[in-house]
């Protein structure tokens, strides 16, 4: 008897080929491979008599094989299967390319049912490539909406259509984990319908309730889950803050010493992280923000109150050179202030003991920081796997870590708990940080366990940065304005996908363009040379050339994305702009405009894609990261953001990260369920299910 936990060797006609290709899938038992959904349909349920059917349609039709034969064609050396089709009607013509086998299925006198587009050749009509099946069967192929799975190699389709069907008995097998009253409330299907509905739909509406109900359970577990973790945190002891008038004073000081007034956006943020450090439960906030957008000085200013308050303080940085780019902003804002610094990274540890910068060796560096000289420490995340010792860490501030990983931020989570200080039972306030905005639909999703501050401002005064897609022929006078542009004073960066040379992708190497841009270009100017490979001081040497205006131009792999603050950089040229992200474009284009100068991006490409060309033209029309964000999730879909993927979010889930309405729902189910059980006693089903979860996000 087979069950939804019969190993997939045990089912019929799958042999152990197929076993191996179900199990590139993910797909061990029946149950993985009922639950295994199609992304989307074809449309073939629209039946026509052949006398109606007109070019360009996609239809289905049913009749009888008059004739069927293979032919070899004389161009390209193909096999043409071609075969006449009659019904009462007229006769058409079903053509295959390369599938002479056919022949052996398809007999003269079989009546059949054929599903494809009709277009038009030298005979006449014909259907190319049609879906068939033989008719007295159940449809499985054709004539219906027919559901398209994700495959692989020796796992089609029509294959898993054909092994899935019988399956479908079992779907009275899972277990129905929603509350009754969630069901109710959301009008949902049952699991078991929406399973059955799902793969093989009756109609365009019961595959949409279908998907419906699926999603909202892929999405309702991970908002439970994000509510389960923030309750779970904030079950933590912390150190709570008091905010008091000296501090406000001293706030007060240190804002009235910058050149510029913060933005609104900064003022809220920082006014939530203030009253987050007062309570004794653990802060979990995360700071998202624009290029620019002034995260780093709310982190400082988090800094400051927790400094002040008489606690250490650290920010780590996922590369050595955002972690100097931090420790050298922090030596410029915390100047005058006495607060001693540390930063530690593989490969140079520094102290600033409050008047001067210097030297010294780890061992003398952990000292400080275990005896409390050291008020701010700053290094990589390696600072928590060497397992630094702090007298009183109250703050650890997460720059770029985990983008949007479920599982990295339960992860970090974890390690800052562990920290060891000189507190009792109690675990640092997290400020998070990150420069990726993402639309709010996706926000409320994969940040669900977080308190969210989005700065969406602009500090005053910043130009816009005007951004430019070159033809292949306007290469030289861009190289000609970027002469200009360095006979003014200014710098460039030049970003190269690739370090090496690729015969496969054809794209620019940071090698190739540096040298032919010191030797043939600009032989006269000095380039510079930034890419992942360089040893760490090597790197270092070649920044502090770039920002002492020592190199003209820098030609660099993505290293530059984020954490390079040259405020004399005017122009940023991207080679090969579509191979990559719009997030990353983005990024390298927030390099530049950070002085009082004009500045320019040009995106250079080879190719002729329009869809490449679509993208690249939202980032010439979007100023915002945040619209961009949102233009980037209506061109390629949730799944292939940045960083979406490794957030363990099933594939229904991600495809409905646009529905805003579902996710609001989801959202709202669970906090309802929450504060009705938290430890979720009346709902052993849901309890099970969300196990199950958790264990399948841990192991992604």
């Not at 390319?97 to 005979?123: D, I, M, R, Y």
């Not at 479908?168 to 078991?192: K, M």
Request: charged residues 30%; hydrophobic residues 40%.
């Amino acid at each position: 008897m087979i069950t939804l936990k019969t190993p997939i060797e045990e089912l019929p006609q799958v042999g152990p080929r197929n076993v191996l290709y179900l199990h590139k899938l993910g797909i061990r038992t029946a149950g993985d491979l009922l639950f295994h959904f199609p992304f989307r349909y074809d449309d073939f349920s629209d039946f026509k008599a052949i006398k109606d059917v007109e070019v360009g349609q996609v239809v289905s039709i049913k009749g009888e094989i008059l004739e069927i034969q293979n032919v070899r064609t004389r161009r390209r050396n193909m096999i043409l299967t071609e075969a006449a089709i009659e019904d009462d009607s007229g006769v058409i013509r079903a053509v295959w390319f390369n599938q002479p086998f056919l022949t052996n299925s398809l007999k003269a006198g079989t009546n059949v049912s054929l599903s494809g587009k009709v277009t038009f050749a030298k005979e006449g009509m014909q259907l190319s490539g049609p879906a068939w099946e033989a008719l007295g069967k159940s449809n499985l192929h054709t004539g219906r909406l027919v559901p398209v799975y994700h495959e692989t190699e020796g796992l089609s389709s029509k294959w898993l259509r054909v092994h899935i069907k019988p399956l479908l008995s079992l779907s009275d097998e899972a277990t129905e984990f929603l509350p009754e009253e969630v069901l109710e409330r959301q009008d949902l299907l049952g699991l078991s319908e929406a399973i059955r509905q799902i793969h093989f739909p009756d109609d365009d509406v019961a595959a949409e309730l279908a998907k419906r109900r699926l999603a909202f359970d892929e999405l309702f577990l991970v908002q439970l889950y994000m509510q389960r973790q923030r309750q779970e945190w904030q079950r933590q002891k912390a150190v709570g803050i008091r905010y008091d008038k000296e501090l406000e004073a001293e706030i007060k000081y240190f804002l009235e010493k910058l050149p510029f007034k913060l933005t609104d956006g900064q003022k809220i943020a920082v006014w939530k992280i203030i009253k987050d450090m007062e309570k004794d439960s653990p802060m979990n906030r995360l700071l998202e923000g624009d290029v620019g957008s002034g995260k780093t000085l709310v982190a400082l200013l988090a800094v400051l109150v927790a400094v002040r308050s008489g606690y250490q303080a650290l920010i780590m940085a996922p590369t050595e050179i955002l972690a100097r780019q931090h420790f050298a902003e922090s030596l410029k804002r915390f100047h005058g202030t006495n607060i001693r610094i540390a930063l530690l990274t593989g490969s140079e540890s520094r102290y600033f003991d409050g008047r001067d910068e210097k030297s010294l060796t780890k061992e003398k560096i952990l000292s400080a920081i275990k005896k409390g000289e050291a008020d701010l420490v700053i290094g990589t995340h390696a600072l928590i796997q060497e397992k630094v010792f702090f007298k009183s860490l109250a703050l650890s501030v997460v720059d770029e870590q985990h983008r949007f990983g479920i599982e990295q931020r339960a992860q970090t989570q974890s390690e800052v708990s562990d920290i060891e200080d000189g507190f009792v039972a109690t675990v640092p306030h997290l400020l998070s940080m990150t420069a990726t905005p993402i639309p709010r639909t996706l926000a409320l999703t994969v940040y669900g366990d977080l308190d969210l501050s989005i700065l969406n401002e602009m500090p005053k005064g910043r130009q816009k940065i005007i951004t430019e897609l070159v033809a292949p022929g306007n290469r030289e006078s861009t190289y000609d304005f970027i002469r200009k542009e360095i006979k003014s004073g200014r710098q460039a960066f030049v970003i190269c996908p690739l370090i090496e040379e690729s015969d496969v992708l054809e794209v620019k190497s940071a090698t190739e363009t540096f040298e032919k841009l010191e030797k043939e270009i600009y032989p006269d100017l000095a380039i510079g040379l930034l890419h992942g490979k360089m040893k760490p001081k090597e790197k270092e040497e070649v920044m502090k050339k770039f920002s002492k205006n020592k190199i003209n131009i820098l030609v660099s792999t993505s290293v530059v994305e984020v954490g390079i603050d040259i405020p004399n950089a005017t122009v940023m040229l991207i080679e090969g702009a579509d191979r990559f992200g719009l997030a990353q474009l983005h990024q390298f284009r927030g390099r530049v405009g950070r002085g009082e100068f004009q500045s320019r991006c040009f995106l250079f490409t080879d190719s002729t894609s329009g869809k490449a060309h679509r993208r690249l033209k939202a980032l010439i029309e979007c100023e915002s990261g945040f619209d961009l964000a949102q233009k980037d999730l209506e061109l390629r879909g949730p799944g292939e953001l940045v960083g979406v993927r490794q957030s363990g979010l099933p594939d229904l889930a991600m495809a409905s990260l646009s529905d805003s309405e579902l996710i609001q729902a989801t959202r709202e189910e669970a906090k309802v369920i929450l504060e009705m059980d938290a430890d979720l006693k009346k709902y052993p089903e849901l309890l099970s299910r969300i196990r199950i979860f958790e264990k399948d996000v841990h192991l992604e």
